[in-house]
T-cell receptor, first 117, second 110 residues
């Protein structure tokens, strides 16, 4: 299955600033996703990162707050914009390869632990 | 709205004990179901993937079952070890998007 490198692993940011998180996959994958895990909670899908086009956002998440790029089949970025303390969470990227019939399921990056002060 | 529920929310067992974690889902038309492990503050490690056409999968001391008709999956851990301490998450694949349960926090005491 694919291996995902995610960075940074953690950061402490000032409110009002933005942070860009990167994910690099070691092989081409058909689908990439971004999740948020708030303290003590499970994972919530933010959006599906579409290659070469605008991401598809879930209810409650908007492009102005969480712009996403996916320039090719192995790389994606998530930006958390104009941060507030409520954005303090773990952010995770995930990949899924339809080409293998989903036989390996979903793979996740190691996560970015964001603290906004 | 599809929902995934995991019980118990937390479990503490002595080392060596066999245990079962439960996962229930509301939509039987799933693509597959995946079990993950998450260590504190870390990402997710995939443990087992069960396709909708399968009834169970095994990996080492882990065995996961799937019963679509009842909307349930179980993760069986044999001969538990302190290194198994982590949060275990099940996730239902609805054809492109994962719906996660809240997780079971497992503590295995030496």
């Amino acid at each position: 299955s694919a291996v995902i490198s995610q960075k940074p692993s953690r950061d402490i940011c000032q409110r009002g600033t933005s942070l860009t998180i990167q994910c690099q996959v070691d092989s081409q994958v058909t689908m990439m996703f971004w999740y948020r895990q708030q303290p003590g909670q499970s994972l919530t899908l933010i959006a599906t990162a579409n290659q070469g086009s605008e991401a598809t956002y879930e209810s409650g998440f908007v492009i102005d707050k969480f712009p996403i790029s996916r320039p090719n089949l192995t790389f994606s970025t998530l930006t958390v914009s104009n941060m507030s303390p409520e954005d303090s969470s773990i952010y995770l990227c995930s990949a899924f390869n339809r080409a293998t019939g989903g036989s390996h399921g979903y793979t996740f990056g190691s996560g970015t632990r964001l603290t906004v002060v | 709205k599809q929902e995934v529920t995991q019980i118990p929310a937390a479990l503490s067992v002595p080392e060596g004990e066999n245990l079962v974690l439960n996962c229930s889902f509301t939509d039987s038309a799933i693509y597959n179901l995946q079990w993950f492990r998450q260590d504190p503050g870390k990402g997710l490690t995939s443990l087992l993937l069960i396709q909708s056409s399968q009834r169970e999968q095994t990996s080492g001391r882990l065995n996961a079952s799937l019963d679509k008709s009842s909307g349930r999956s179980t993760l069986y851990i044999a001969a538990s070890q302190p290194g198994d301490s982590a949060t275990y998450l099940c996730a239902e694949n609805q054809g492109g998007k994962l719906i996660f349960g809240q997780g079971t926090e497992l503590s295995v005491k030496p």
